[in-house]
């Protein structure tokens, strides 16, 4: 069974961080192109970066220069490194796992709120 947890998210003052994880299990950690993606009240899910099976990272213009993806194959896990929140950063985050065949896995998401 394929499973996707996040954690690390919570309440955090404008220019704080917060560091997002998402560990793996039931798939080939390493043979999946591994994304993060947030949803805002009332508003469409969106992408936030990605990261290929090599490790190239992919951002959105919006998060660039804050937001950092990566990660460790050996724990099976995916991290954001989020850095200079704002208030319009606040969503839910989901991880995603895309495999060879385009399947995609999503996890349950984590709240991350920033006040102002």
């Known amino acids: 069974q394929v499973q996707l947890v996040e954690s690390g998210g919570g309440l955090v003052q404008a220019g704080g961080s917060l560091r997002l994880s998402c560990a793996a299990s039931?798939?080939?950690?390493?043979?999946?192109?591994m994304g993060w993606y947030r949803q805002a009240p009332g508003k469409q899910r969106e992408f936030v970066a990605s990261?290929?099976?090599?490790?190239?990272?992919l951002s959105a213009d919006s998060v660039k220069g804050r937001f950092t993806i990566s990660r460790d194959n050996s724990k099976s896990t995916a991290y954001l490194q989020m850095n200079s929140l704002k208030p319009e950063d606040t969503a839910v985050y989901y991880c995603?796992?895309?495999?060879?065949?385009?399947?995609?896995?999503w996890g349950q998401g984590t709240q991350v709120t920033v006040s102002s």
């Open positions: 995603k796992a895309r495999n060879f065949r385009g399947y995609d896995y």
């Open positions: 039931g798939i080939i950690f390493s043979e999946n192109v």
């Open positions: 990261i290929t099976r090599g490790g190239t990272p």
